[in-house]
């Protein structure tokens, strides 16, 4: 059962890096602020992580086509969507000991929470950090880190609606990096400064937006729970209206139940038809939807679920681990979905001799030539390096034993259950493949 220890993130944070999931940046200059580098196993679990969702999103859809925009966007992008004035947070100092806080965190503006000590008025902090493009360094070079993804959808909006010949109600899907110059960031990877997001927008016909709003946030929240989200961690969270984003007319997360308490995963929102009307208004060019069944244009609504990748894959990490039984006894597993899993298969000679390791890497070439991520290991007592797999969140291992010299047959490990079974080594790819995908 599992046996979650009160300072679980730490014990995690601790796990990931001795393990190669997430290390921190730049750490040999005693590490960068709030950036992460995602090591061997990290690197494969947020691939998984983006790939289930791209699959769900757009390769099992008809509806809705992929865009990989770029991250540096022209200058106006920023002012006709409304994130140069209105992409702020409220921030404070405290005079004393220089902490510093976002406002709208603190229950009350009149003492430091950390020392006591007076407050500074209330700034507002634009979050979008700045660089330049070219040589020279003025304001007319200023251009804008993309603080999300979207944007780089709705400029597009009818270059992929033309070229795709996509009528209304269809989505554009996007993965990639943004970047937010936060106040607060902390949490390990839950609220960084350089962060990937899963957006996708989808437009519909403007009468139709509340059956689709509603559509997406159960479609969403589902998501989480068929790659393995146990459905207690999960809720949903409408917003007031006073938290509106200033283009939202609607918006619900999807919020995990990290150890540090309740916390955004994902948004769904309503974002009218602000973002197409202010990108038509401020370059010139309508970016307007043409109906030929009504012979004439308008602009369409967008849902919007925005997800972050790396929030994804840290509650996918939390709520996949767990410690069974206790003291020396006690074995570490990270239960991921086989589909999330940065390795499948482990294959383990018995022993350094008799032909298993020959045997064993024909094995693991076989499972490789098949494009399953899969793991070689020799070293070290058999008990032990099942625990390393469990550890690692591998879902089989297979072992090669005396047995297999005389019949050709392998055993495979399950990491929940740790059943054993037997199964002909010609079978090995065929049995892990159906396994894999749910089929078995
Ligand atoms: N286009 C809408 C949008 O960007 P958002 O709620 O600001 O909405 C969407 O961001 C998702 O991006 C969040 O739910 C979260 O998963 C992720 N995200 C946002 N800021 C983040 C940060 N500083 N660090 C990590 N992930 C972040």
């Known amino acids: 059962m599992a046996a979650k220890a009160p300072d679980l993130m730490s014990t995690i944070v601790s796990l990931c890096k001795r393990r ?42 008809r509806d809705i086509v992929g865009l990989d925009a770029s991250i540096l966007m022209h200058p106006k992008v920023w002012e006709a969507s409304g994130h140069l004035s209105g992409f702020t947070d409220p921030l404070v100092d405290c005079k004393q000991c220089k902490s510093r806080f976002r406002a709208d965190h603190l229950e009350n503006l009149d003492k430091c929470p950390s020392c006591g000590g007076e407050l500074t008025d209330v700034r507002k902090f634009n979050l979008m950090f700045k660089t330049f493009m070219g040589p020279v360094e003025d304001q007319s070079a200023t251009v804008f880190m993309r603080p999300e993804t979207a944007q780089g959808i709705f400029v597009n909006f009818l270059n992929v609606q033309q070229a795709a010949r996509l009528k209304p109600p269809f989505g554009i899907a996007q993965v990639g990096k943004s970047f937010r110059n936060e106040i607060t960031p902390g ?43 146990k459905e207690e961690n999960l809720r949903m969270r409408e917003h007031a209206t006073d938290e509106l984003a200033h283009y939202a007319k609607g918006c619900a997360d999807v919020e995990y139940k990290f150890p540090f308490g309740w916390s955004e995963l994902e948004g769904i929102a309503n974002r ?39 929030r994804a894959t840290l509650a996918f990490l939390v709520d996949a681990y767990d410690v069974e039984g206790e003291g020396k006894e006690a074995r570490t ?108």
Not at 197 to 214: C, H, I, K, L
Not at 293 to 300: A, G, I, R, T
Not at 360 to 380: C, G, H, V, W
Request: aromatic share 14%; hydrophobic share 35%.
């Open 272 to 310: 009218t038809d602000f973002d197409l009307k202010k990108h038509s208004e401020a370059s010139g060019k309508s970016l307007a939807y043409f109906d030929n069944e009504s012979n004439s244009h308008y602009f369409p609504y967008v849902i919007e679920p925005a997800a972050g990748a790396d």
């Open 187 to 229: 949490n390990f990877t839950y609220r960084t400064r350089e962060f990937e997001q899963m957006e996708m927008e989808f437009f519909v016909p403007p009468d139709n937006d509340a059956y689709w709003y509603d559509y997406w946030k159960e479609q969403r929240r589902s998501w989480y729970i068929e790659y393995g989200i």
């Open 20 to 61: 190669g999931f997430i290390f921190q940046s730049s750490e040999i200059y005693g590490g960068l602020n709030s950036c992460w580098d995602y090591g061997p196993l990290g690197v494969e679990l947020k691939r998984n992580v983006k790939d289930a969702w791209w699959r769900s999103m757009v390769t099992n859809r």
């Open 333 to 440: 597993v990270l239960r991921f979905h086989p589909s999330l899993a940065p390795i499948k298969a482990a294959v383990l000679p018995l022993v350094k001799k008799d032909g298993m390791p020959e045997k064993a890497e024909n094995i693991y070439r076989d499972l490789l030539d098949n494009s399953i991520k899969s793991f070689f290991d020799q070293t070290a007592a058999i008990g032990r390096r099942y625990a390393r797999q469990d550890e690692a969140g591998t879902p089989f291992c297979i072992t090669i034993d005396t047995q297999t010299l005389s019949d050709d047959t392998v055993t495979i490990r399950e990491r929940d259950s740790r059943e054993q079974y037997r199964v002909a080594s010609t079978r090995i790819v065929e049995v892990i493949s159906k396994k894999l995908s749910g089929k078995a």
